[in-house]
């Protein structure tokens, strides 16, 4: 990295509406992580910042998971390893890293495996033991006192928090089996908190003999305290110590079954977080219990900010009603501060595909962010007043997981370690604890679907800081600052005994339970029949999860209503805040992006005066009609409104704001169909495939992804001569401006139908390191060669220093100027199920097969302009509608918007942008000037130029990168013996995985219409 770059796109950052940065080292950093170069970089960043007026968040580690350092939190100190239980036959051999604990117990030896070196996501070295509390205070050393001592000036002002992220008990990625999470500091804490010698018994965490419940129980609750205890507490007191905010999120908090995977009871963790945080990653809506985990405990310990890293793994083509639709459901959910993924400082190499989107300067649309970020920034504010206006509790079932957590137990699977550990759990028991899960998962998608407000509540939480009583003189349960007076338990396979003694002291004093699904059988992992029997005395119990809501009904009111029928609302959720009086929020967001809703609305709670509808895109408010406590409701497609009800007048109140959407009859709209439309950006043609030769062997046999020959070269471990050959046809009838754009030209020899061409100074296309050659006049007609050739190929290694970690790195060359690009019809589209079970739209969808060519340029028409030569393109399309005497009180619509986002002019006059449904704008506005032409700029995104192209499962709504090479896991052995490419290189010729079609989603002005207002 360079300063001055970094300073750069720190201003790019504040023109694009964003409110702060995050200094964050990924996969693909070459500057030494923690170094004098690295802070002088983060030097410039502060100091740009500062003068930007933005704020700059510090991020803790090199990659992630966090705990490590970088790898100085292990290096030299085994006793910082993360470690594990496995066990292996009485008489075996120990595994490898193994110290045997105990006497064998049975048919089983107990084992303590300490994790190896060498392990590729820890620069070579290994996951540290976040239950260990020396090796987080080594932690704290090595990645949070050099930022406190270099910035510490500026800790809670113009830096306001360190975000920690994805840390787990256990990272079961290159992990012996079968592992439970261990750690010395277990066993003298298992003895404090229950009084006698664990190690008789860690068996039971393997094998169902007599009392395994109770003990799994305590096992995993002594996990968890010293996670929490060790890792989040101390980082936490760390921060607070230094005025900084602890904030950030844990590994897959997304389900009951992932926090046990990874062996993290997460909710009581946030406790400790000034601004508690979870990650949000796909395009996606159907994760709902990671956020209201998340809210909850924000709600119930007083913390006004609940962030979300958005957008990760969302892939490259997400549109601007993407980002909305998922930014509506976090904030529906609780969220109001929103940290995005990812700013690539470059997009060179292996970066390009590391989680896709890229949300910096590279892409076509960065010019019109700054839309998108004040309209998350106006709701996250507003969403961010008050409190939340919870109606009742349901009891969170995490203790359940642990409970029939009982191991596979696969002898194939005792040799090496599994590069993933993906099946940890017996088959019969996987099935009981992920019913637990799913139920749970499908009665919180029930209560937000009937348009209730609820917080869970946690065992561990209500153990420590809650109690049940009468509060504003009604019967309620409560944890710190929020009472419930209804409690919702869900299935559960064991209770607390905190939790049945609180719960029956509550219904003695009037309060309600509703039990929903399996009723516990144990308490604390024990028999107690007759204290269960107690409760369920005292417990409703609903005929299954769909009857809840009606129960609710019957018992609570909701305090919002709607008219319309069930089966039609249930992706309509609501989200509710109290201002204090009757002044009052209710945010409504419609999470169904292929219909529509129309019905009346029903919101009591509130006897204010005055309803208004704050318009977060437009800064605008108006004043909403209503009959009493009844509003007419019309929601298009992914659309949400904000509602004030408040007894003052706010003072833009007279702001004339659009009334919420309703679809425009086709019998009054005009079908506009005489569009001139034109390519504004250079066109490009990427070469990703190569024949090679190493030294003086033969040129390869046939050309293969160049993605897929930078795996082989890695898993041979090569160094030596490389020389590449990318091929390209040309069919233009004269010499165009065509640049030939190289990543770090400097490291090769690069010819051009032999020619020997150099880097001359252009400026760079799209990213800082995609720097372009003039080869116009040495293209000619029919075939053309590109050679890049270097006698110091050098493998990617773990080792240090960064600069030698991932060698030298090939990827594809592009061709950009002035000309079309043609290839043949391919296969056909297809589309991953995802797209069905995410119930998302699927794009117009296009295929195309190599050889492609180029072409002089042909004049483009309304439609998709992928097939009109335009395939790989990543620019911006004008479209022009010349004066045709349509009346000014009328709206323009984008029926489908084949694009990331528009903008409008009309007589060349700014009229808004359209990003979202109902995919219009109002085409004049008083005082403007007669009638005018219209102008729709176009603009695309990076997707149909980087990929995916070539996945035999089709078009995603997410990306990772496994999606580019076929290679789902994207984790092999330093060796190299578990690269799936070597199989295309040296034997079949292809992989399962892999198309050579390549696969196109639709850019174009679709039908468009102007309708009357």
Same mark, same amino acid.
């Given at each position: ?69 970088? =790898? ?51 620069? =070579? ?35 306001? +928090? ?35 010698? &664990? ?121 601007? +009603? ?199 059988? @144990? ?12 409760? *369920?005395? *005292? ?15 019957? /018992? ?99 702001? &004339? ?55 082989? @070269? ?30 770090? &030209? ?169 990003? /979202?449904? &109902? ?95």
């Amino acid at each position: 990295m360079e300063p001055d770059e970094v300073r750069r796109q720190v201003r790019e950052f504040a023109r694009a509406g964003y409110g702060g940065i995050m200094i964050h080292a990924r996969v693909g950093l070459l500057t030494p992580y923690l170094g004098e170069e690295w802070f002088q970089c983060c030097d410039a960043a502060i100091e740009e910042a500062a003068k930007q007026n933005i704020a700059v968040w510090l991020y803790d580690e090199d990659k992630w998971p966090s705990g490590y350092g970088g =790898g100085a939190v292990v290096a030299g100190e085994p006793a910082h390893r993360m470690q594990a239980l496995t066990v292996r036959p009485s008489g075996d051999a120990a595994p490898p890293d193994c110290t045997a604990l105990g006497e064998p117990g049975g048919d089983w030896q107990l084992y303590v495996w300490t994790s190896p070196l060498g392990h590729p996501q820890f620069n =070579g070295t290994c996951y540290a033991s976040l239950l260990d509390g020396a090796a987080i205070r080594r932690f704290l050393d090595v990645a949070y006192e050099p930022y406190a001592k270099r910035y510490g000036r500026d800790f809670g002002g113009l830096i306001p +928090a360190m975000f920690t992220d994805e840390p787990s008990a256990l990272f079961r990625r290159r992990v012996i089996h079968p592992a439970v999470p261990f750690a010395g500091a277990v066993l003298p804490a298992f003895r404090e908190m229950f009084g006698y010698d &664990p190690v008789p018994h860690l068996d039971k965490l393997f094998v169902e003999r007599e009392g395994f419940e109770e003990f799994r129980c305590r096992y995993y609750r002594v996990v968890n305290r010293l996670f929490e205890r060790n890792f989040t507490g101390q980082l936490a007191a760390w921060c607070e110590q230094q005025g900084i905010a602890l904030t950030g999120h844990y590994e897959e908090e997304g389900g009951l079954y992932e926090q046990q995977y990874w062996g993290v009871d997460i909710m009581p963790n946030y406790r400790h977080h000034a601004i508690p945080g979870i990650d949000h990653l796909y395009r996606q809506v159907r994760e709902c219990v990671t956020a209201i985990q998340c809210r909850s405990v924000a709600h119930q310990y007083g913390k006004t900010r609940v962030l979300s890293e958005v957008f990760g793994a969302a892939g490259q083509s997400i549109t601007f +009603a993407d980002r909305k639709w998922i930014l509506d459901q976090q904030l529906c959910l609780g969220v109001n501060c929103f940290v995005e993924h990812l700013a690539a400082y470059t997009l060179a190499g292996l970066r390009k595909r590391d989680f896709p989107p890229a949300l910096s300067y590279q892409q076509p649309w960065w010019p019109v962010n700054s839309g998108m970020e004040d309209y998350s920034a106006r709701l996250s504010h507003a969403l961010g007043q008050g409190a939340y206006a919870a109606e009742f509790a349901v009891l969170h079932p995490q203790d359940s997981q642990s409970v029939y957590w009982t191991p596979e137990i696969d002898p194939g699977s005792f040799d090496g370690l599994m590069l993933v550990d993906s099946h940890p759990v017996a088959p019969a028991r996987f099935a009981e604890i992920m019913a637990i899960s799913r139920e749970f998962e499908e009665l919180t998608r029930r209560l937000l679907g009937a348009q209730r407000t609820f917080d869970y509540l946690h065992e561990a939480l209500l153990e420590d800081d809650g109690e049940a009583g009468t509060f504003a003189g009604a019967p309620g349960i409560r944890v710190k600052h929020a009472a419930y007076p209804l409690v919702v338990m869900p299935g559960m396979i064991t209770i607390r005994a905190s939790t049945l003694e609180k719960l029956l002291d509550f219904a003695a004093r009037g309060g309600k339970i509703l039990q929903a699904g399996r009723f516990p059988h @144990l308490v604390d992992g024990r028999p107690e029949p007759e204290k269960l029997r107690l409760l *369920r005395e *005292r417990v409703r119990t609903a005929d299954g999860i769909g009857q809840v809501a009606q129960v609710l009904e019957e /018992w609570l009111p909701p305090a919002v209503a709607l008219s319309s029928p069930p089966e039609t609302r249930d992706m309509l959720w609501a989200h509710r805040r109290s201002l204090g009086g009757d002044d009052a929020l209710l945010f409504l967001v419609n999470l169904d992006r292929k219909n529509g809703l129309r019905c009346e609305l029903n919101w009591t709670g509130t006897d204010a005066k005055n309803l208004f509808a704050p318009d977060a895109l437009e800064g605008k408010i108006r004043m909403v009609e209503r009959n009493g406590s009844t509003i007419p409701l019309r929601l298009a497609p992914g659309e949400s409104i904000l509602f004030l009800a408040t007894d003052r007048q706010p003072e833009s109140a007279d702001i &004339p704001c659009p009334a919420p959407a309703e679809t425009a009859s086709r019998d009054s709209s005009k079908e506009l169909v005489r569009w001139s439309v034109g390519r504004m950006d250079d066109n490009v043609l990427p070469l990703d495939c190569v024949s090679h030769q190493l030294a003086d062997n033969a040129w390869s046999a046939r050309p293969v992804p160049v993605i897929a020959l930078q795996e082989y @070269l890695n898993g041979r471990r090569y160094t030596g001569p490389l020389r590449l050959r990318y091929e390209f046809q040309s069919r233009l009838s004269s010499p165009r401006k065509t640049h030939l754009v190289v990543e770090n &030209p400097q490291s090769w020899e690069i010819r051009v139908n032999g020619v020997v061409v150099h880097y001359d100074g252009l400026p760079w296309w799209k990213d800082i390191r995609w720097l372009p050659i003039d080869i116009g006049p040495l293209i000619r007609p029919g075939a053309n060669v590109v050679e890049i050739r270097s006698d110091n190929f050098r493998f990617g290694s773990l080792a240090d220093p960064a600069s030698d970690r991932y060698g030298t790195e090939i990827e594809p060359v592009l061709l950009v100027g002035d000309f079309s690009v043609f290839g043949s019809v391919g296969s056909g589209p297809t589309v991953s199920p995802d797209w069905h079970t995410e119930e998302l739209p699927v794009p117009p969808l296009a295929t195309l097969s190599a050889p492609f060519a180029l072409c002089d340029p042909v004049p483009l028409r309304q439609g998709d302009v992928v097939t009109q030569g335009l395939p790989f393109y990543a620019g911006r399309l004008r479209c022009v509608h010349e004066p045709d005497g349509w009346a000014r009180e009328t709206r323009l619509t984008l029926e489908d918007l084949m694009a990331v986002t528009a903008t409008v002019r009309v007589g060349g006059i700014e009229r808004g942008r359209i990003s /979202w449904p &109902p995919y219009s704008v109002r085409m004049s506005a008083p005082g403007d000037p007669a009638d005018g032409g219209i102008e729709v700029v176009l603009y695309n995104s990076l997707r149909n130029l980087l990929g995916p192209h070539h996945h035999s499962a089709g078009l995603f709504p997410g990306d990772r990168p496994g999606l580019y090479t076929a290679d789902p896991l994207r984790v092999r052995d330093p060796d190299g013996s578990e690269d799936a490419w070597a199989r295309v290189i040296e034997r079949i010729g292809t992989h399962p995985g892999w198309k050579h079609d390549y696969l196109f989603e639709a850019f174009g002005l679709g039908r468009t219409f102007l309708t009357a207002t």
